[in-house]
């Protein structure tokens, strides 16, 4: 599904001062038996493999103290390892605080699709695991292939365009500038046959400018989203077309493997949030036998095609919008925008339905205000995302719906810039330290943020999507009865989908006879991955355990209490097992 999926950096961000880690080498273990109707031969155990395999990390200060960085090369096609193409994955590690004492490495992935781990580990994420499992493991992530600092990575609009595009008007303007008097009744001409374009070239950009429905009923509405969709998947197509193939989550869970053989481990230890699931859902049915233990936490169910997807995460939004109505009183106080539910979801709907006719108004220096304001899916999404982390957003959420409503969005408008800020503040390749030891190391400038492009490019690859535009009218209905707005806004999202390079994978039940107990952790409310959603996948994991959170938000390890902490800490350091129906 096309709405970001994924999992916030932790909020500490100071960086706990570690001891230096042992350099370890690689160490591929034994053959995986073959367990399954899908389950192939050892990779390690194939030539035009082994040099992957057999790789050495090498461990060098991040720019951010405390920390160590490394790169992972993988093949781009496993299908044809041997051809030369290759990604370059970012690495980082917090070594164990106590390390007379170190099990191994313990991998984890922060969410997305398109959240770079290692960006997320230097910027804190490490205090996010409990203090029993920071002692014992030296906790790893990488930026998967294609995301943040990969080489190469994706995008779909490249920062250079604009740039070309204005050396190219100057260079224009200049041989204007030179052209003889002679040519000027010729250059009139031209000028007229230019407005001529010109004008039917603003009509154009003043059709796919308007105002974007949250249900589009119409065929105009229809017709102008399919339209815009298909531009998307284009752009993302020239700028990026050689790797779209090979980004998807079946080929990332093999480069996790290849990153255990590298970090020296016979086992995986691994952690996934969000998306995270997904990764480690593939990588247990492709190595069974290489888990030792793994958590996932808010689970992504591999079962649903594309329209049980939205409907299933656009029921989950709809619910949290529902419980912020009811309880911000106990959250955020005097600043809910309303003495009662009825009066929050009043205007929630209010300001949707304001925003379809006309943006919001927006100070001159938002990020909105080069579009003439927030229309109606920024301010969809605006409030959808502040349903992550209840306890520090809602606050701010509630103020900016307020001043909204009393003709003012700058603030919602602001809400996500704010969380990007303090990416592009304290994540890979923006701080002056790591901009210069990478040129001392030659390495490439990692691109600007990507996330974007990676959530739809995996999204899109992962799930088969139908390529005739019928199905995804056919599913506004269902959505709009299911979750209102956020169903059919999520049904529009996936429209990009139609347009994109189809991947292998299908919607199917886990296959992973051999694996270890996995302990899958759902929130009750959970507003990207519903509860239910765990509770599917704890079932069909063999051995699967659940345990439920009982709160708000997304994901509950590292924000859902001692309880939590305890628990999955436990099962981590001594696969202690959690019991059915346990709760915290």
Same mark, same amino acid.
């Given at each position: ?14 960086a ?24 192939a031969a050892?990779?390690a ?7 992957f &395999?057999?790789?050495r ?6 720019a /951010? ?10 093949p781009r ?9 290759t ?18 490495s ?20 490490? =205090? ?16 998967p ?5 990969s080489?190469?990575?994706?995008t779909? =609009? ?14 224009g303007?200049e041989?204007e500038g030179?052209?003889?008097e002679?040519?000027e009744?010729e ?6 046959a ?34 815009g ?10 700028h990026?077309? #050689?790797i ?5 989550t =079946?080929?990332?869970a093999?480069d ?26 593939? &990588?247990?049915?492709q190595?069974?036998?290489?888990v ?32 912020y109505?009811e ?14 539910p ?14 379809e006719?006309?943006?919001?108004p ?7 205000a ?10 969809l ?6 349903? &992550?982390?209840p306890?520090d ?12 409503d009393q003709?003012?969005? /700058? ?11 303090? =990416? ?5 390749g ?8 990478q040129?001392?190391?030659?390495a490439?400038?990692? #691109?600007a943020?990507?996330?974007?492009a990676?959530l /739809? ?6 799930v088969p999507h #139908? ?20 169903g ?5 999202a996936?429209?990009?989908?139609r ?9 199917h039940?886990?296959?992973?006879e051999g ?11 959970? #507003? ?5 959603e765990s509770?599917s996948?704890a079932e069909?994991f063999p ?11 997304h /994901? ?29």
């Open positions: 599904m096309n709405r970001a999926v994924r999992r916030r950096p932790a909020l500490a961000t100071t706990l001062a570690l001891l230096c880690a042992l350099s370890l080498t690689a160490c591929t273990g034994g053959p995986v038996p073959a367990t399954g109707k899908a389950r050892d990779p155990s194939r030539p035009d493999l082994k040099a &395999y057999g790789q990390l090498h461990w060098t200060d991040c /951010t103290d405390g920390y160590e960085c490394a790169r992972l090369t993988v096609d496993y299908a044809r390892p041997g051809n030369g193409r990604f370059v994955l970012p690495v980082a590690r917090a070594a164990a605080t106590g390390p007379a004492r170190r099990i191994g313990l991998v984890y992935n922060p969410g997305g699709p398109g959240a770079g781990g290692a960006g997320s580990l230097e910027e804190g994420m490490d =205090e996010s695991f409990g203090a029993a499992v920071r002692a014992r493991f030296d906790i790893v992530s990488f930026d292939r294609g995301v943040g600092g080489v190469p990575a994706l779909c =609009e490249p920062a250079e365009a604009e740039a070309e595009a204005e050396g190219a008007e100057a260079e303007a041989a030179a052209e003889a002679g040519a009744a250059g009139a001409e031209a000028e007229g230019e407005a001529e374009g010109a004008e039917a070239e603003e009509t154009s950009e003043e059709a796919s400018d308007a105002v974007a429905p949250l249900y589009p009923r119409t065929e105009a509405d229809r017709s102008a989203a399919a339209s969709a298909r531009t998307a998947a284009e752009d993302c197509e020239e990026s077309g #050689p779209l193939r090979h980004v998807g =079946e080929d990332a093999r996790l493997d290849v990153l255990r053989a590298a970090l020296g481990e016979r086992e995986l230890t691994y952690l996934g949030w969000s998306y995270g699931t997904s990764l480690g859902t593939s &990588y247990a049915e190595f069974p036998r290489r030792r233990a793994m958590v996932l936490d808010g689970a992504i169910d591999p079962s649903l095609d594309w329209r049980q997807r939205v409907i299933s995460q656009s029921a989950g939004f709809r619910r949290s919008v529902d419980d109505a309880q911000c009183a106990e959250i955020a106080g005097d600043s809910c925008p309303g003495v009662s009825q009066e929050i979801r009043a205007l929630i709907e209010r300001l949707y339905q304001r925003a006719r006309e943006p919001l927006v100070a001159e220096d938002s990020t909105y080069e579009y003439g304001g927030m229309d109606a899916t920024a301010v999404d605006a409030v959808s995302m502040a349903m &992550y982390t306890e957003q809602w606050e701010s959420l509630s103020e900016a719906l307020r001043e909204a003709g003012d969005a /700058t603030k919602l408008g602001a809400l996500d810039d704010a969380e990007e800020t303090e =990416e592009e503040t304290e994540g890979p923006t701080a002056e330290e790591e901009q210069k030891e040129e001392e190391d030659e490439p400038e990692p #691109p943020d990507n996330s974007g990676a /739809t490019a995996v999204n899109c690859l992962d #139908p390529r005739s535009l019928r199905p995804y009218w056919d599913a506004l209905a269902p959505a709009d009865r299911a979750a209102g707005v956020y059919t806004a999520g049904v529009t996936e429209l990009t989908c347009d994109w390079p189809s991947g292998g994978r299908s919607p039940r886990v296959d992973a694996v270890p107990p996995v302990l899958v952790v759902g929130t009750t409310g959970d #507003p990207a991955t519903p509860y239910e509770v996948l069909q051995q699967g355990m659940l345990l439920t959170y009982e709160g708000l938000g /994901t509950a390890y590292g924000r859902g209490g001692a309880c939590v902490t305890a628990k999955v800490d436990a099962y981590l350091v001594k696969r202690e097992r959690v019991r059915p129906g346990a709760t915290c």
